[in-house]
């Protein structure tokens, strides 16, 4: 028997390889709107027929089947009896009226399993939270106690609580680099403007013969 | 006859978002210091971009941040003086 997924948002799978497990003739679609949903349907209906033989092995009603019988204009098939019919108006649709009753066929034929009906819980922010100190706690333990917490614990220095936020914080701006950069260049270009403003000598003769 | 760089620590530490500038030589010896920067501290900057500038010899002097709650201290060697600037955080 075929097998259809189908989600509580319309999302319709038609599941697995049709060509290894011909008892099952299944194919994987993903969400398509209704109109799309019909011309994907009439590309699967050769498919779906070839279910169909699996699902109705005696030979159940084809699209070929006519619904009255010519001979007697009476009489139609069980399945499609009506009170009063007129010729014109018993000519199938083209190709909707039997994608229709394919897919109701379907349908209630087939079981469903509908993937989305199982939530998954997300942890809270404070769960989280919780889960992650407790562990921590521990593994702190743990370590701890083993010889080798001390080698563990070397490679950074406990100097900030969160390192990762730290890294992972912007760098020096290219402003500030420019800053510093001309500042350093112009104070450079000063010192070397120091020079000494004579004033008085130092050394003065006296007139000493 | 300081005269120059006066004036241009002056005019650095005017610059917005400054809180202050130091100016070193190489040995240490505080050359000129506004605002926040202490002279004693000249030394310690002078150490810092020479070690800075020790560890890739081939490179030119790399610009140090040291960044803080406080703010941030920039700091750069050029040729015999190094130059420190002190920002405020914003």
């Known amino acids: 028997m075929a097998n259809l997924w189908v989600s509580n ?30 011309m994907y349907i009439k590309t699967l209906y050769p498919i779906v027929k070839a279910m169909d033989a699996d699902m109705f092995p005696d030979g159940g009603p084809s699209e070929t089947d006519r619904l009255i019988n ?14 009063q019919v007129v010729p014109a108006a018993t000519v199938p649709q083209p190709g909707g009226g039997d994608e229709a009753s394919v897919l109701t066929r379907i349908l209630h034929t087939v079981n469903f399993i509908d993937v989305s009906a199982v939530e998954g819980r997300g942890l809270e922010q404070h769960e989280y939270h919780d889960k992650a100190r407790q562990y921590s706690n521990k593994l702190n333990m743990v370590l701890a106690s083993s010889g080798r917490g001390s080698k563990y614990r070397m490679s950074l220095p406990n ?44 050394v003065v003769p006296f007139g000493v013969p | 006859m300081e005269r120059n760089l006066e004036k241009h620590l002056d005019d650095t530490f005017r610059l917005p978002g400054i809180a202050g500038v130091i100016c070193t030589d190489e040995h240490g010896l505080c050359l000129g210091a506004k605002g926040v920067a202490t002279r004693e501290t000249s030394g310690h900057i002078a150490n810092i971009a020479e070690s800075a500038a020790r560890l890739n010899p081939n490179l030119p002097p790399p610009v140090i941040a040291i960044e803080s709650e406080g703010g941030s201290i920039l700091i ?14 914003n």
Do not use: C, W
């Open chain 1, 9 to 38: 948002n319309l999302q319709v799978f038609v599941s697995a390889s049709i060509i290894e497990t011909a008892k099952h003739n299944i194919l994987l679609f993903p969400y398509m709107p209704q109109p799309a949903l019909k």
């Open chain 1, 70 to 83: 010519p001979a007697n204009g009476q009489g139609t098939p069980s399945s499609f009896r009506e009170t």
């Open chain 1, 159 to 202: 100097g900030v609580t969160a390192p990762q936020i730290v890294l992972a914080s912007q760098p020096v701006s290219l402003a500030d680099i420019e800053l510093i950069t001309m500042a350093a260049k112009r104070a450079a270009a000063a010192v070397n403007d120091l020079k000494v403003e004579h004033k008085e000598d130092l």
């Open chain 2, 76 to 89: 750069k060697k050029e040729g015999t003086i190094t130059m420190g600037i002190y920002k405020s955080p």
